[in-house]
C-alpha cells in the first residue's frame, strides 16, 4: 500500500514538471518564442546602430565643412549665390498638339 502510494505521488509530481516545461512560463514554447523576439530585436538594434553611424557621419561633415552646409542648402532651400542663374528643369510633358498649325 505505501509503495502504491510513493508511486503515486511520484507520478503527480512528474507530470507536474513536465506540465511546466511544456506549458508554463519556462517552456520549450515561451523559449523559442523568445529567442525569435530577442532575433528580431538584434536585427532593429544593428538596423539603428546603422543609421546612428550615418548620423554621426553627417553631423560631423556638417561640423568640419562649410561645403557640406552649403550643398544641403542648395539641395533642399534651393539656395543661390550672388550673380548665378538658378534653372529648373521639369519633366512635365504639358500638352501635346496635333499639329494644327
Known amino acids: 500500500m505505501l509503495l502504491k502510494l510513493i508511486f503515486v505521488i511520484l507520478t503527480i509530481m512528474f507530470l507536474s514538471l513536465q506540465a511546466k516545461l511544456w506549458f508554463g512560463d519556462g517552456s520549450l514554447a515561451h523559449k523559442s518564442e523568445l529567442k525569435k523576439l530577442l532575433t528580431k530585436q538584434n536585427e532593429e538594434n544593428e538596423r539603428l546602430k546603422e543609421k546612428n553611424e550615418g548620423l554621426i557621419k ?3 561633415s556638417l561640423k568640419d565643412s562649410s561645403n557640406s552646409i552649403e550643398e544641403i542648402a542648395r539641395e533642399d532651400l534651393g539656395m ?6 538658378f534653372y529648373l528643369v521639369t519633366d512635365d510633358k504639358g ?3 496635333d499639329g494644327d498649325l
Open 95 to 97: 500638352e501635346e498638339n
Open 80 to 85: 543661390v549665390r550672388q550673380n548665378e542663374v
Open 58 to 60: 553627417k553631423i560631423s
